[in-house]
């Protein structure tokens, strides 16, 4: 009697786990800031988010039918970019800024590279960075909890690094009562998603904990105020949701720590001595481009490997 053999290309073991539900897990952990966003910033936020999120569907949808590929536009990863660019935005914002990024993010930072898993940063925060570069004052213009013509002109975090003035407490800060973008403001939130996240085991706290430690630790030697240093600005939002992304961060555990350390460095620096005073997106951008070299340099080799000479 003859057996048939099933021959496959690795890999040989499957996870239940998939794309879709890796992302809903992220947009689950992501709704409870963003609804609070929508309440402190009001309907505007909300409208913001749908652009946002409508927008990264459309392109990522149009492109696979324009280039006659498998339409991944469901998988739901266009849906996380949309919802993660929107919190990264001001209320304020132009709606069609809105768009630009988003076309950002999904055309030319994600499908021009070959789509999901293939990219080399963070399409959300390359999308904000190019905005923020590219319009400047509409990115930076914020108005105060619960209102909606009043723009604020700091937020807490350019208060700590600059001339303005801040009432705004660490209790505040932690609770989301504070100017900023849509859904960074509430640290509480942020964190109780990203407790989601590690006990779903989508996200590794490695690189979250190692990112907001050395922010705290530089923080504390530079005797500022950690607390609104820590809950203020992008940092829990950037730390825990945009660099723990599988694609652009290192895949091992050193790697992990080195890739977040690095950021919390670069993100202190930046606060203290560059032009603007929030620097988590700049600072996890540099560390995208530098995690092929990270996992290079923290990869163990297999037991027993020889390198073979050239030549031989």
Known sequence: MSKILNVSSSPH?????????????VVIALVPAAIFGCVVFGWRAALVLAVCIASCFIFEFLWNIILKKQQSAFDLSAIVTGLLLGMNLPSTIPLWMAVVGSFVAIVIVKQLFGGIGHNFANPAMTARIVLMVSFPV?????????????VS???????????????????????GIQGGCIGETSAFLLIIGGLYL????????????CFIGTVALASLIAGQNVGLCVLSGGLMLGAIYM??????????NLGKA???????LITF?????GALPEGVSYSILLM???????????????????????GK
């Open 288 to 310: 995208n481009i530098l995690t092929p070299y990270i996992n290079r340099l923290t990869t163990r080799k297999p037991f027993g490997y020889v390198k073979v000479k050239e």
């Open 243 to 252: 660099a723990t992304d599988y694609t652009t961060s290192p895949t091992t």
């Open 198 to 209: 590690v006990l779903r085991r989508v996200i590794n706290p490695i690189i979250p904990v």
């Open 258 to 264: 080195i890739f977040g350390i690095c950021c919390g």
């Open 138 to 150: 509409a990115m930076t213009s914020y108005i105060e909890p619960f209102t909606v013509d009043a």
């Open 153 to 175: 002109s700091a937020t807490p975090l350019a208060a700590l690094y600059g001339d303005a003035a801040s009432a705004v407490t660490v209790k505040d800060a932690f609770f």
């Open 13 to 25: 073991l499957r996870h239940s786990d998939t794309t879709q539900g890796i992302m809903l897990d």
């Open 269 to 273: 620096i930046i606060r203290n001595f």
